[in-house]
């Protein structure tokens, strides 16, 4: 099954194998990504959870052609940006209550993305309690500020 083929729920949730949370607020966060983003397969394993609580495991991602302009690439010292597809495998769908465990988790393993602390701190509970409290995926998102992948 490919990116393409899915009717997708925004926003989603990835999960890559190290721990990482990403966001994807559109089509367009989920089919576009940076240079290291295919240099080091960035997304491969990476679980992605919609906002329904479907879920997907990418098994490749392919490169599918340029998705920046000229102009981009010369605003940013020639970084360019690339549409991929991906290769999924569908999973059992999972709930709220799980998923808001795996991004406490996640957020536990990378301290240090979530406050100024390189270890589980008092900040970072205040956040996940926040984590916790909301009522859908899409407020996880709206916690958070997840990143996607088009700045690496």
């Known amino acids: 099954m490919r990116t393409g083929e899915i009717d997708w729920k925004y926003p ?3 999960f890559t194998p190290d721990g990482d949370i990403w966001g994807f607020p559109d089509l ?14 960035m997304q491969a394993d990476m679980e ?9 495991r990418v098994l490749s991602v392919r490169r599918t052609g340029a998705a920046d302009t000229l102009l981009h690439r010369l605003m940013f010292l020639g970084k360019r940006l690339w549409r ?13 209550a799980e998923t808001l ?11 240090g993305y979530w406050s100024d602390d390189d270890e589980v701190s008092d900040e970072l509970r205040a956040l996940q309690a926040q ?5 859908s995926i899409a407020g996880i ?3 958070l500020g997840l990143d996607w992948f088009a700045d690496y």
């Open 84 to 96: 991929i597809e991906h290769e999924l495998e569908a999973l059992p769908a999972v709930g709220l």
């Open 12 to 14: 989603i949730l990835g």
């Open 141 to 143: 998102h709206e916690v």
């Open 28 to 41: 367009e966060a989920l089919t576009v990504c940076g240079p290291k983003t295919l240099k080091d397969n």
């Open 101 to 111: 465990v795996r991004v406490c988790k996640g957020m536990e393993a990378n301290p």
């Open 48 to 56: 992605l959870v919609d906002a329904t609580g479907q879920r997907w």
């Open 131 to 135: 984590v916790r409290a909301v009522k």
